[in-house]
């Protein structure tokens, strides 16, 4: 199937969990939300619709760091009248995030020409307004899906519920990113959550795949030894 592939990248990324209030806490790389809406962005859609399926590669090892920022904020009065204040507030960011991203979906073609074009009808952040990204264009492939042997070398990261059984490495770092929120609904109304095992340097994990037919997950050979996960 025909898939476009892009990479994303920038100083920072903020990608909020939304389980935090005193302090914004950020999943680890980019969510499935976040990259649907930066899709959407890009086609000029206020809300993304439509079939999409991607996977997520980190080309970069992940970094975050906490910030306290000054939030401008509402609902209270100061001295002078004035109904604003600066609230400061604990950020945790994402430093120098880089990722490869796989798109499969409806607007495979559309969107393949605004990127060869470097085009977007609206700004691209990684999860917060600043956070801006410019994707680039890497290649357009056409990419089968896996069918033999169910140990897999995987290059992007992986939904726990695909994994059987993990080969561990002993120079691997694994980790794993917990709830991450999985399909949109509009009026900021979500449905489902995944849980994510990823390599925090972006190395492959290799593995035994749960099951190969899924409506959650799909696995693709990107060449004769590697795959990836769209999900």
């Known amino acids: 199937m025909k898939t476009l592939v892009f990479d994303l990248r920038g100083k920072i990324g903020h990608f909020r969990r939304p389980d935090t209030t005193a302090a914004h806490l950020t999943y680890p790389f980019i969510t499935r939300t976040a990259l649907r809406g930066l899709v959407g962005s890009i086609l000029g859609m206020e809300e993304f619709e439509g079939e999409a399926w991607t996977g997520i ?8 760091r906490a ?4 939030l401008l904020g509402k609902g209270f009065v100061d001295n002078e009248g004035s109904s604003t204040f600066n609230r400061p507030t604990t950020v945790e960011l994402v430093v120098n995030p880089h990722y490869r991203i796989y798109y499969q979906g409806d607007f495979v073609d559309e969107l393949e020409q605004m990127m060869i074009q470097h085009q977007s ?10 956070a801006i990204t410019f994707p680039e264009y890497v290649a357009s492939m056409n990419l089968v899906d896996k069918t ?10 992986v939904p726990e519920q695909a994994i059987m059984k993990l080969l561990p490495n002993e120079h691997r770092q694994y980790a794993r990113a917990s709830g991450i929120l999985h399909r949109y609904l509009g009026h900021r109304r979500f449905r ?20 190969e037919s899924s409506n959650d997950y799909r696995f693709c050979m990107l060449d004769a030894q590697r795959a990836v996960c769209l999900w």
């Open 57 to 64: 590669q980190l080309l970069a090892p992940v970094r975050t």
């Open 67 to 70: 910030q306290e920022l000054s």
């Open 192 to 211: 489902g959550t995944v849980d994510v095992i990823y390599d925090v340097n972006g190395d492959d994990l290799t593995f035994e795949i749960q099951s």
């Open 121 to 130: 009808v609206y700004h691209t952040y990684l999860g917060s307004a600043f």
């Open 148 to 157: 033999s042997d169910r140990w897999v070398e995987c290059v992007t990261v």
